[in-house]
Protein backbone atom coordinates (compact mmCIF):
# COMPACT_ATOMS: atom_id res chain seq x y z
CA UNK A 1 0.00 0.00 0.00
CA UNK A 2 2.64 2.68 0.79
CA UNK A 3 4.07 1.71 -2.59
CA UNK A 4 0.35 3.14 -4.51
CA UNK A 5 0.76 5.59 -2.08
CA UNK A 6 3.94 6.91 -3.27
CA UNK A 7 2.85 6.80 -7.18
CA UNK A 8 -0.13 8.61 -6.49
CA UNK A 9 1.38 11.34 -4.64
CA UNK A 10 3.74 11.89 -7.45
CA UNK A 11 1.26 11.34 -9.87
CA UNK A 12 -1.07 14.26 -8.22
CA UNK A 13 2.58 16.81 -7.57
CA UNK A 14 3.35 16.06 -11.93
CA UNK A 15 -0.05 16.98 -12.34
CA UNK A 16 0.17 20.70 -10.02
CA UNK A 17 3.27 21.00 -11.66
CA UNK A 18 2.25 20.80 -15.14
CA UNK A 19 -0.35 22.75 -14.30
CA UNK A 20 1.62 25.31 -13.23
CA UNK A 21 3.90 25.21 -15.86
CA UNK A 22 0.86 25.97 -18.05
CA UNK A 23 0.17 28.84 -15.95
CA UNK A 24 3.13 30.57 -15.88
CA UNK A 25 4.95 29.75 -19.48
CA UNK A 26 2.22 28.20 -21.74
CA UNK A 27 4.52 25.59 -23.55
CA UNK A 28 1.73 23.70 -25.17
CA UNK A 29 -2.05 24.18 -26.69
CA UNK A 30 -4.82 24.26 -24.42
CA UNK A 31 -5.66 20.54 -25.87
CA UNK A 32 -2.46 18.85 -25.36
CA UNK A 33 -2.63 20.50 -21.31
CA UNK A 34 -6.06 18.70 -21.27
CA UNK A 35 -4.56 15.57 -22.88
CA UNK A 36 -1.90 15.51 -20.31
CA UNK A 37 -3.83 16.14 -17.33
CA UNK A 38 -6.46 13.76 -17.66
CA UNK A 39 -3.73 11.08 -18.65
CA UNK A 40 -2.38 11.90 -15.64
CA UNK A 41 -5.73 12.03 -13.71
CA UNK A 42 -6.90 8.47 -15.14
CA UNK A 43 -3.63 7.42 -14.25
CA UNK A 44 -3.93 8.39 -10.90
CA UNK A 45 -7.35 7.00 -10.62
CA UNK A 46 -6.38 3.48 -12.05
CA UNK A 47 -3.85 3.27 -9.25
CA UNK A 48 -5.62 4.38 -6.32
CA UNK A 49 -8.64 1.96 -7.24
CA UNK A 50 -5.62 -1.13 -7.73
CA UNK A 51 -4.07 -0.31 -3.93
CA UNK A 52 -7.97 0.00 -3.10
CA UNK A 53 -8.74 -3.88 -4.71
CA UNK A 54 -5.28 -5.17 -3.20
CA UNK A 55 -6.09 -3.95 0.39
CA UNK A 56 -9.11 -5.20 0.11
CA UNK A 57 -8.57 -8.51 -1.01
CA UNK A 58 -5.80 -9.32 1.07
CA UNK A 59 -8.04 -7.87 4.33
CA UNK A 60 -10.17 -10.51 3.33
CA UNK A 61 -7.84 -13.21 2.80
CA UNK A 62 -6.31 -12.56 6.46
CA UNK A 63 -10.05 -12.85 7.82
CA UNK A 64 -10.81 -16.22 6.04
CA UNK A 65 -7.68 -17.48 7.19
CA UNK A 66 -8.13 -16.17 11.07
CA UNK A 67 -5.53 -13.99 11.17
CA UNK A 68 -7.66 -11.30 11.92
CA UNK A 69 -5.96 -7.78 13.21
CA UNK A 70 -8.00 -5.53 15.35
Known amino acids: MKTSTA ?3 VLFVCAVL ?4 QLWFTPWSVQFFVKLEMTLGALLVVVLVLAFILNESKESKSLRSGDRVD
Do not use: T, Y
Open 7 to 9: IAV
Open 18 to 21: LGLI
